[in-house]
């Protein structure tokens, strides 16, 4: 499905990918005339799982139950990611010790990569 709810098998598509790469190649404005306005913003506002997962699931969050928090969640987009969430719920619970051991071995290497940036800054600049 496009992102603006076509089926993509019966409209010319293109990846997000392409995309950024036609922006390069044609320039904002030109790539505006060829490309769908809704599927264009999309592909701009939302981040790649491998960019921060934590964008990607909220753009997935916003699609499944509408992006308004407040008001009850739609229901025609079906419920998978909710399932897919207790799913992952269940997963972590059955799994809890190699789970936390898997946070606290990132948080480590996120400690350890900030105090080697702040030993690399305090090194006095080497003369080319
Ligand atoms: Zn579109």
Not at 13 to 30: A, I
Not at 79 to 108: G, N, P, V, W, Y
Request: with cysteine; charged share 40%.
């Amino acid at each position: 499905m496009t992102e603006c709810g076509y089926d993509a098998a019966k409209v010319k598509t293109l990846t997000r990918e392409q995309f950024f790469q036609r922006e390069k190649d044609l320039g904002k404005q030109r790539t505006a005339m060829l490309t769908c306005m809704t599927c264009s913003d999309t592909a701009r506002r939302w981040g790649r799982w491998g960019d921060d997962p934590r964008l990607a699931l909220q753009r997935e969050i916003e699609w499944e139950r509408g992006h308004n928090y407040w008001a009850r969640a739609r229901d025609d987009r079906g419920q998978r990611l909710k399932d897919e969430l207790f799913a992952i719920a269940s997963l972590i619970e059955a799994h809890r010790e190699e789970f936390d051991a898997f946070i606290a071995t990132t948080e480590q290497r996120r400690d350890w990569l900030e105090k080697k940036a702040a030993l690399d800054q305090k090194r006095p600049a080497r003369r080319e």
